[in-house]
């Protein structure tokens, strides 16, 4: 027995080594054999605007889509499918992808009343208020709450409707841990629910969360509504991301199959086939049934007596010979395999702890880079200021000059024109001349050349007649 101890502790401690690796996947779901229905939120990659999923489903307060995904950085903010659960009464499985994201590495996660994201199944209409980080403070159905108040992980709350409740771990249904502040890798919770197989279950990354077959959906008057929000406080520097949400009406193939069981606080498996009922002591008010009561009173049932003690001690006889077995396979169990997985674990360990060292390393050299680009663009923006400066004051100077220059050519144009009507007029003048000296020249000359001409002829002739006169 105490081997079998020993092999129960390194069980329960390789569980949460086998919670490093999740399985998430994120986008694409063409290799896959289960198909989400056409009610599940469309992949964010390839909606442009928020706007374009408002015709299915109904989004609240600050949360925003940004680069594929939907993002809570600031407050609080919802979103709410307009159409119920299909087949909520059978079968059907949520895959809901998320992850916390933060803007820088902060040792001091104690924001657990503010920071939260909650998964909703809900009876009936959604409230309106968003008290319950982002969602209903009262609510008639089951809120999957993943924040840091008691534990890091997830809890699993039940309420009827009629009154608030304190989101501690004593007054949830169940839960399991996991570290969702330290992981960059986002999560995958799946919540599936069989009316043949008799299961309600949770699963973090295909790891078994919590699991019942107490809870029935056969008498819910509808279909559930299903919804997920968010809460954030600036000062811690964190935000959600809703990477993806498939709906499924059936069960799908990872809802079946448990990889591993995921680190406690308990990874709860509630077992409640018999139920006692209780009798009220005084006559209830006339009101409809809560979604926790329509469940389990579908599993209420009154517990038999046991009529056959012979029947009761060859189970114990059972159970101690299964009990044996148990025991003889433990003892001729090889434990150098659980010393080999054991040095596997430790090298395992090693290996992230220099992984979170070289991420530190790199981290640190970003904000190194960071600041250096900051620098450089405080520098260059001055420096181009600067230069835009000495550019605007040399445009200036240019602008007088070639307002001078412009000036002064005006200037010369002025006389220029003095000048040329100067020249204007002593063209006239010479032209006058010219006329006159022509006039002179093939007039004047010729009449006087005539007259004189003339008078020679005329001397002579009387010159001629005096000579004749004498003789």
């Known amino acids: 027995m105490i081997v079998l101890g020993q092999l129960i502790k390194l069980v329960v401690s390789i569980a949460p080594v086998l919670a490093i690796l999740p399985e998430a996947r994120l986008v ?97 209409l959604v409230p309106d208020d968003t008290l319950n980080f982002g969602g209903p403070l009262k609510f008639d159905g ?65 790891n078994l969360c919590f699991s019942t077959d107490a809870l029935s959906f056969g008498k819910i008057g509808s279909d559930l509504r299903l919804g997920v929000s968010a809460s954030t406080n600036p000062v811690s520097r964190e935000y959600w991301e809703v990477l993806k949400m498939d709906i499924y009406d059936r069960l799908s193939e990872d809802a079946i199959d448990d990889h591993g069981v995921a680190d406690g606080p308990a990874p709860k498996i509630v077992t409640k086939t018999q139920m006692s009922s209780s009798q009220r002591t005084s006559k209830p008010l006339q009101k409809a049934p809560s979604l926790m009561e329509k469940m389990m009173s579908n599993r209420g049932q009154t517990a038999p007596p046991v009529q056959n003690l012979d029947k009761l001690e060859g189970s114990l006889s059972e159970i101690t010979s299964k009990l044996m077995t148990i025991e003889h396979t433990v003892n001729s169990f090889d434990f150098t395999k659980i010393n080999d997985l054991s040095v596997a674990i430790e090298g395992i360990k090693q290996i992230q702890s220099q992984q979170l060292s070289v991420l530190g390393e790199l981290m640190t050299t970003h904000k190194h880079f960071e600041s250096l680009l900051t620098s450089h663009y405080r520098e260059m923006t001055k420096a181009v200021r600067v230069l835009n400066q000495g550019i605007i004051e040399e445009v200036r100077k240019h602008r007088l000059e070639v307002q001078d220059v412009s000036g002064k050519v005006d200037l010369l144009m002025d006389n220029h024109r003095e000048i040329k009507g100067q020249y204007q007029n002593l063209d006239t003048r010479s032209a006058d001349f010219e006329y006159l000296g022509t006039i002179i020249r093939w007039v004047l000359i010729p009449l006087i050349i005539g007259i004189v001409a003339i008078i020679v002829v005329v001397y002579r002739l009387k010159k001629d007649i005096k000579h004749s006169k004498w003789l």
């Not at 599940?40 to 015709?55: E, F, G, M, R, T």
């Not at 159409?83 to 924001?111: I, Y």
Request: glycine fraction near 6%; include cysteine.
């Open 142 to 206: 089951l809120q999957f709450l993943m924040n840091n108040l008691d534990y890091r992980g997830l809890k699993i709350f039940a309420n009827d409707g009629s009154k608030s409740i304190n989101n501690a771990e004593t007054n949830a249904l169940g839960g399991c841990r996991f570290n969702y502040l330290d992981s960059m890798v986002p999560f995958t919770m799946r919540v599936s629910y069989s009316a043949s197989r008799n299961w309600f279950k949770v699963q973090i990354d295909n």
């Open 28 to 124: 694409n779901n063409e290799q896959d054999t289960d198909f989400p229905s056409r009610h599940s939120l469309p992949n964010l990659l390839k909606v442009d605007q928020i706007s374009d999923i408002y015709a299915d489903w109904d989004v609240r307060g600050s949360m925003n889509l940004e680069a594929g995904r939907l993002v809570v950085e600031d407050g609080k903010g919802s979103v709410w499918s307009r159409h119920p659960l299909a087949n909520s009464k059978n079968e059907w499985t949520v895959e809901l992808v998320f992850r916390n994201s933060e803007q820088e590495d902060v040792d001091d996660h104690s924001f657990f009343e503010t920071n939260g994201l909650s998964f909703w199944l809900l009876d009936g």
